[in-house]
């Protein structure tokens, strides 16, 4: 396993991060343990959950993830042994059953911190990141812009309000995720200007059909080291190509939820099994060409991987065992160029 800085923290995380939003839907927490010490076997010392998980979010299932994480670090007693990322929700007026419809207030970061802790039965959190904007910004994947009210917490507030559980010790780092350019920058000019936290990185969606980032935040990770942690670089794993002409595999998250609509828009579906092809034609699995892609990328600090059963977390590490060569890099760039980032 090779690991990279996260950020500025000084904190050096694996190149690969467990992901762990099924726990508690698709995933059981006897198999979900079984994850997470067969990760460490690996050497990954990187964890990612978030405080609306399990996925898809319900009220029944909400808070489940960190509980299931919680009770294996009690059972294990290996809490220093993990580098620890979970999220605060973003404003969803929708999602009543947390906090009323969350927000990023102080009140509502308050409660967000002190139910995870508590939920994870640890003291500390490595890096807390805001999940989505308090801003009404369309982060998660949209063909064009469309503005919002200035109805939100201001940048300011929000790590003020972080503040207080950095220097507590409650939170050690933080990062956002779902962010624009416009917000990563702002937060950079706070913390800058008023000696407040500095976000160390950003979780955005990132994958052979999803490359929006490259247009403006890969500049700003670069030169700020505000790291990419990628996620979706299967593409919710149609880049697998298990979907492939139709078909609705027992137990896929596809099957059971139908929230796939992201990577399903004009000229999706033909570059996913575009892709699927050239990795057969390059002799390859195609979630070694997936996953190898995103980790070769210079602003990646480390991919998140989620896995429904053992074999396909074993096969998902693998993955990034694999060498890439400038021929495997031409080929994925001619076909990128075809139809550049047709699900954003």
């Not at 006897?30 to 959950?49: E, H, K, S, V």
């Not at 247009?215 to 030169?223: C, F, K, P, T």
């Not at 078909?247 to 699927?276: C, F, H, S």
Request: with cysteine; proline share 5%.
């Amino acid at each position: 396993m090779k690991y990279s800085p996260l950020g500025r923290t000084g904190l050096q995380v694996s190149r690969v991060c467990l992901g762990t939003m099924m726990y508690g839907s698709q995933v059981s927490q006897t198999d979900a343990w079984a994850q997470m010490d067969y990760a460490l076997t690996r050497g990954i010392n990187f964890f990612d959950t978030a405080e609306a998980y399990a996925i898809p979010p319900r009220p029944e299932t909400q808070g489940a993830t960190e509980r299931i994480i919680g009770e294996w670090f009690k059972a294990r007693g290996n809490r220093k042994d993990i580098i620890l990322a979970t999220k605060a929700a973003g404003r969803a007026d929708f999602m009543t059953w947390i906090r009323n419809g969350p927000r990023h207030t102080r009140e509502h970061l308050d409660a967000a911190i002190q139910g995870s802790l508590d939920r994870l039965q640890t003291d500390y959190i490595d890096l807390y990141q805001l999940h989505w904007p308090d801003r009404r910004y369309a982060g998660f994947g949209f063909h064009h812009y469309t503005d919002y009210d200035a109805d939100y917490e201001s940048f300011h507030a929000i790590l003020e309000s972080l503040d207080r559980h950095v220097k507590a010790g409650r939170v050690r780092h933080i990062g956002v995720s779902n962010e624009s350019p416009y917000g990563v920058m702002k937060f950079l000019a706070e913390s800058e200007k008023h000696g407040l936290p500095r976000i160390a990185s950003i979780q955005n969606a990132y994958s052979l059909v999803s490359r929006a980032f490259d247009y403006g935040l890969a500049e700003v990770s670069l030169r700020e080291d505000v790291g990419l942690l990628a996620y979706s670089s299967l593409a919710q794993g149609y880049l697998t190509g298990k979907y492939r002409n139709g078909a609705l595999p027992e137990g896929a998250r596809k099957t059971l939820y139908q929230r796939l609509n992201r990577y399903e828009g004009p000229g999706g579906i033909e570059m996913i099994d575009k892709y699927v092809d050239l990795a057969a034609e390059l002799g390859l699995k195609p979630e070694q060409l997936a996953l190898k892609f995103v980790d070769q990328r210079p602003f990646v600090t480390s991919t998140i991987i989620g896995a429904s059963s053992m074999d396909q977390l074993i096969s998902d590490i693998d993955a990034f065992d694999l060498e890439w060569t400038p021929e495997i890099d031409k080929a994925v760039m001619a076909l990128h160029l075809s139809h550049p980032n047709p699900c954003p």
